[in-house]
C-alpha cells in the first residue's frame, strides 16, 4: 500500500504564492514518476506537473512559467511551488506517484487551493 500526505493548500488573493508538499510513504522503493492533478469545480481533473525519478518534468500549458515542480526522492516528497496564482487556479490539487513505468497511480484525498480577493 502506498499512502500520500498534501499539504500546504489554503486561500490565497491573486496574484500571490503557494507551495504544496505532498509525502509519500508505505511500499513505496525508487518511485518512478510523482506530480500533481488539479480538478476545479465542475471540471475534469487535468494535469498540473509531472516529475519522474530522472527529472524529467511535464507540465501543462497554463501552468509553465508560474508552477515548478520539484521532489527529494531520498525523503519520497514532491512539492509544487505556485507563483502569481489566478482565481482560475482554484481547484482541489491531488498528488499522484507511480511506483514503475506504466504502472497504475496512486492518488492523495487532494489539498484545496482557492485564489480569491
Known amino acids: 500500500q502506498v499512502q500520500l500526505v498534501e499539504s500546504g493548500g489554503g486561500l490565497v488573493q491573486p496574484g500571490g504564492s503557494l507551495r504544496l508538499s505532498c509525502a509519500a510513504s508505505?511500499?513505496?522503493?525508487?518511485?518512478?514518476?510523482m506530480g500533481w492533478y488539479r480538478q476545479a469545480p465542475g471540471k475534469q481533473r487535468e494535469l498540473v506537473a509531472v516529475?519522474?525519478?530522472?527529472?524529467?518534468?511535464t507540465s501543462a500549458d497554463s501552468v509553465k512559467g508560474r508552477f515548478a515542480i520539484s521532489r527529494d526522492s531520498a525523503k519520497n516528497t514532491v512539492h509544487l511551488q505556485i507563483y502569481s496564482l489566478k482565481p482560475e487556479d482554484t481547484a482541489v490539487y491531488y498528488c499522484?506517484?507511480?511506483?514503475?513505468?506504466?504502472?497504475?497511480?496512486?492518488w492523495g484525498k487532494g489539498t484545496l487551493v482557492t485564489v480569491s480577493s
Open positions: 499522484t506517484v507511480v511506483l514503475v513505468p506504466g504502472g497504475a497511480p496512486y
Open positions: 508505505g511500499s513505496i522503493f525508487n518511485l518512478y514518476a
Open positions: 516529475i519522474t525519478r530522472g527529472s524529467t518534468t
